[in-house]
Nanobody
Framework: QVQLVESGGGLVQAGGSLRLSCAAS????????MGWFRQSPGKEREFVAV???????YYADSVKGRFTISRDNGKNTVYLQMNSLKPEDTAVYYC???????????????WGQGTQVTVSS
């Protein structure tokens, strides 16, 4: 079992930055791929970024060049640095852990509770 707790969300103006954190606890933390997803009101949850256990990264086209995912295995934490934020980035952001490096929700076994990010125009 793996427990995930997100933090770092908040309100920011367009063009600003935020860094989300996801702290993992439980078993086999290092061997999991870690992903970030987001869900806006009235929309389905969508893939944002993923980092494999070895550090390979993949991004949704909508955030490529603006967001950076990273992990610190010593701290059992994954980060999402979000720059040049846009109002359309407003969503609840979820951290997820899974055995596969995947952009699909089904590839993940564990999910956090989410953290709200609001970008004002």
């Amino acid at each position: 079992q793996v427990q995930l707790v997100e933090s770092g969300g908040g309100l920011v103006q367009a063009g600003g930055s935020l860094r989300l954190s996801c702290a993992a606890s439980g078993r086999a933390r290092d061997s999991y791929a870690m992903g970030w997803f987001r869900q806006s009101p009235g929309k389905e949850r969508e893939f944002v970024a993923v980092i494999s256990w070895s550090g390979s990264t993949y991004y949704a086209d909508s955030v490529k060049g603006r967001f950076t995912i990273s992990r610190d295995n010593g701290k059992n934490t994954v980060y999402l640095q979000m720059n040049s934020l846009k109002p359309e980035d407003t969503a609840v952001y979820y951290c997820a852990a899974g055995r596969l490096t995947s952009s699909r929700e089904g590839g993940y076994d564990y999910w956090g509770q989410g953290t709200q990010v609001t970008v004002s125009s």
